[in-house]
């Protein structure tokens, strides 16, 4: 009896044991699904909602200051520059002046479902208030209306500085990125535009040649310098410009063939003005300008005359499009 009361406490005790032990271990696994659960929670305290896009935009410009809706809907633009940029990042326009599109935009926007603002210098002030815009750009050429146009919608001056061309053509093409969501699209653009004129400069300059620019209209010659209208080829594009004298206006410097001659540039870089806007007679700028004067000058004998298109230089100049081609025009004639 000794015996088997002896094995029998045993037992009992092994028993009390296990039990014990297998009940620290169920306590010590709810003790870390307790703080498991406890951190999963404090994770996800901590996360921060997500930031919201902003709704609308406050733009500076040089006439005044603009608060816009992000991605505007219905827009109206009195800049051939600025719709060269909307038609090449897609976004839609709801009226243009019709009566000056360059020709690479005739096609697309000439047309009934775009409706006619005016003209660049007279804007339709009956027909965008029916249309009630959300938002209005215009350059130089609407610039005396926008007291009345912005009281019809918020508007936005982004015309070009030529004094400082590639910086406003910058902050111009920025303010159209942040107004329609497109910053990232832009930052691509005007990378792209920027090797293209490093790569122009970098000819230029081993070139070690002169220029001129000229502008023909009605069988008489202007000639354009630095931080002029058409300055940037010297400004930016870092061609050497043949007269540095040359007055610095809006309508260039009255000129002849004789000046031409006696200055004698390597390059010479002409705009027909008269073949992208009605003149009597006609365009008749290569007629003008290929005399037996310029004939003598370098920039023939080497036929380093180089005709831009004024559909590009005069007429839409300060879009990604237009920049591009501008630049893409000098890059053929300096090589």
């Known amino acids: ?32 699904q307790t703080t498991a659960a406890g951190n999963a929670g404090t994770t996800e305290e901590a996360a921060e909602p997500a930031e919201e896009a902003p709704t609308e935009v406050t733009i500076k410009h040089q006439l005044g200051e603009a608060t816009v809706k992000v991605n505007p809907s219905k827009v109206v633009v009195f800049d051939n520059g600025v719709l060269d940029t909307l038609d090449k990042l897609g976004i839609p326009v709801t009226a243009v002046p019709k009566d000056s599109l360059p020709s690479y935009l005739e096609a697309k926007y000439n047309v009934d479902t775009v409706e006619n603002a005016g003209t660049l210098f007279e804007p339709d002030f009956e027909k965008l208030a029916a249309l009630q815009p959300e938002v209005i750009f215009i350059s130089g050429r609407a610039s005396e209306a926008y007291e009345e146009l912005n009281k019809i919608a918020p508007t936005i001056y982004l015309g070009v500085d030529t004094a400082r061309y590639l910086e406003s053509f910058t902050e111009n093409m920025n303010v ?49 310098g630095k931080g002029s209208r058409f300055g940037i080829i010297h400004d930016v594009l870092g061609v050497a410009p043949a007269d540095d004298k040359i007055e610095s206006s ?6 002849t063939s004789e000046y031409i001659a006696q200055t004698n540039p390597d390059y010479l870089f002409v705009i027909d003005r008269d073949a992208v806007v009605e003149s009597e007679g006609g365009s008749k700028g290569q007629e003008v300008i290929e005399n037996d004067l310029v004939k003598n000058t370098n920039a023939y004998k080497n036929g380093a005359i180089k005709y831009l298109d004024p559909n590009y230089w005069y007429l839409s100049g300060g879009g990604l499009q237009s920049v591009m081609q501008m630049v893409t025009d000098v890059e053929a004639g300096v090589k």
């Open 1 to 32: 009896m000794a015996v088997l009361t002896f094995v029998l406490m045993f037992v009992l005790a092994a028993c009390g044991n296990s039990a014990s032990n297998n009940t620290n271990t169920a306590e010590g696994n709810t003790a870390e």
């Open 250 to 255: 809006t309508h260039g410097q009255s000129v």
């Open 176 to 224: 159209i990125g942040q107004v329609f969501g497109k910053e990232a699209e832009m930052a691509t653009e005007l990378a792209a535009i920027n090797d293209k004129i490093k790569s122009v400069n970098e000819a230029a300059a081993a070139s070690g040649k002169k220029g001129l620019i000229v502008l023909t209209t009605g069988g008489k010659l202007s000639a354009y």
